[in-house]
């Protein structure tokens, strides 16, 4: 699982809503291009015809503010045409007509976004990385260690598929990986796998 491009197409009024959704989501090792976020970085939303072609993934994020936004509407029908599968995130209240009408999408939670960025990564770890039944994908994340004057790469193994992290979220179980160099151990939200706490370790 490394090199796969995921696209998300949203909103600008709901930028804010998608960082939010997507911010643990960025630190596994492929990438994930906001809309908004290459927009900003000097690109015109016309000249991202790019990101999508090379996309895996389309997300499209489906608020009552992109209901009328004629290019998340353009996004997923130039997906749809070229077979890029189309992951609609919406609130519940919006109807989703059109290019995902049939399409299983995952309901935004105001109340527990927790819950939604878990629903999100069991969808992606389905759509891209699929190895069967049986099988877990390997998904990790991989950060330089925090502790100063270290920075050794840290890597956490998600070796535990999506039913096993929600029970660890349920018990208040926390995943944990520890820096090889320095010792120090890192806690993660089995959840969202967003970034909990560090225990600073001792060098010998």
């Known amino acids: 699982m490394t090199g796969e491009q995921l696209y998300v197409s949203h909103a600008p009024?709901?930028?804010?809503?998608?960082?939010?959704?997507?911010?643990?989501?960025?630190?596994?090792?492929?990438?994930?291009?906001?809309?908004?976020?290459?927009?900003?970085?000097?690109?015109?939303?016309?000249?991202?015809?790019?990101?999508?072609?090379?996309?895996?993934?389309?997300?499209?994020?489906?608020?009552?503010?992109?209901?009328?936004?004629?290019?998340?509407?353009?996004?997923?029908?130039?997906?749809?045409?070229?077979?890029?599968?189309?992951?609609?995130?919406?609130?519940?209240?919006?109807?989703r007509r059109g290019f995902v009408s049939d399409v299983e999408g995952i309901t935004i939670d105001r109340n527990n976004l927790s819950f939604t960025i878990f629903n999100l990564l069991c969808r992606l770890r389905s759509e891209l990385a699929p190895l069967g039944a049986l099988s877990v994908p390997n998904w990790y994340i991989r950060f330089p260690c925090t502790i100063p004057d270290c920075g050794h790469p840290v890597t956490l193994e998600?070796?535990?598929?999506?039913?096993?992290?929600?029970?660890?979220?349920?018990?208040?179980?926390?995943?944990?990986?520890?820096?090889?160099?320095?010792?120090?151990?890192?806690?993660f939200n089995p959840a969202t796998i967003g970034f909990v706490s560090r225990d600073d370790g001792a060098s010998p």
């Open 13 to 95: 009024g709901d930028l804010e809503l998608v960082q939010d959704l997507f911010s643990t989501v960025k630190n596994f090792p492929f990438g994930v291009h906001i809309a908004l976020e290459e927009v900003e970085s000097g690109r015109s939303r016309k000249r991202l015809e790019g990101r999508l072609a090379n996309s895996n993934i389309v997300v499209a994020v489906l608020t009552a503010d992109a209901a009328e936004n004629r290019w998340i509407n353009q996004e997923m029908g130039y997906a749809v045409a070229k077979g890029i599968p189309v992951l609609p995130v919406y609130d519940e209240s919006v109807s």
């Open 158 to 187: 998600l070796e535990q598929g999506q039913t096993k992290l929600w029970k660890l979220h349920k018990h208040g179980k926390l995943l944990t990986t520890s820096c090889e160099d320095c010792g120090s151990t890192y806690f």
